[in-house]
């Protein structure tokens, strides 16, 4: 008789178990179904970033193959959404010229941005002695001569969503700004600050998520 009460208790915390474990799985589709189809609703937009302005303090070719350079860019990011924030989590931002890199990364450190919310930053990008090819070199000395340089303003880092409560996991983000700037140009429109030139650029960029 208790061997058929053993058995039966046995056999009901099975069920139990069983139970409980199709529920947990019914909630988490549910859950997930939800998250799904507001996300749908909601069509989140990637970020808007654009070029404001850009310092020279120093762009350099001390041999065809060796650049220095010290430049401040101001880059503004809009979130478009306005049911939705955004976390950007550390970003890299960097310049590049002919496709080569000619400073090292500087950071900008993580921020939420709310719905509809513009953040400004004004991070410093600089080399030294930076070695590149040196028709890069050749180049760059060139377009300084010719009166404008064409630098590349990326960024690159990771950016996550937060709808409600709900925060999503990491994206990659990829921002790509150009910089015209009519350098070494008798007619430019640069502003003279302190040591530097300041150029007044308002350039839309590119970014990809």
């Given at each position: ?7 039966h ?5 099975r069920e ?10 019914i909630f ?5 179904l ?7 609703i ?7 970033f654009t070029?404001?302005d ?5 762009l ?5 193959n ?7 860019v ?5 979130n478009?959404?306005?049911k ?14 002919h496709?080569?890199?000619i ?15 513009v ?7 600089y ?6 090819a ?19 303003i990326r ?22 700004c150009?910089?015209?700037i ?5 007619r ?12 007044q650029?308002?350039?839309?960029c590119?970014?990809?998520?």
């Amino acid at each position: 008789m208790s061997e058929k009460k053993c058995d039966h208790h046995e056999s009901s915390r099975r069920e139990r178990a069983r139970r409980c474990a199709a529920g947990l799985l019914i909630f988490i589709f549910v859950f997930l179904l939800i998250i799904l189809i507001t996300w749908s609703i909601l069509q989140p937009k990637k970020p808007r970033f654009t070029l404001q302005d850009a310092t020279i303090f120093n762009l350099n070719i001390s041999a065809p193959n060796v650049i220095s350079s010290t430049v401040q860019v101001t880059v503004n990011s809009r979130n478009p959404n306005s049911k939705i924030g955004i976390y950007y989590d550390k970003m890299d931002v960097y310049a590049t010229y002919h496709n080569q890199q000619i400073t090292y990364y500087s950071v900008i450190p993580p921020v939420y941005q709310g719905h509809k919310d513009v953040n400004v930053w004004s991070p410093f990008i600089y080399g030294n002695n930076v070695p590149v090819a040196p028709y890069n070199g050749i180049a760059l000395s060139q377009d300084k001569s010719d009166g404008a340089i064409n630098l590349i303003i990326r960024i690159n880092g990771r950016v996550r969503w937060k709808v409600g409560s709900f925060i999503s996991g990491r994206y990659h983000l990829h921002v790509t700004c150009s910089a015209y700037i009519p350098i070494g140009n008798s007619r430019n429109t640069g502003i003279v600050v302190g040591n530097a030139v300041k150029y007044q650029l308002s350039q839309s960029c590119s970014v990809n998520v």
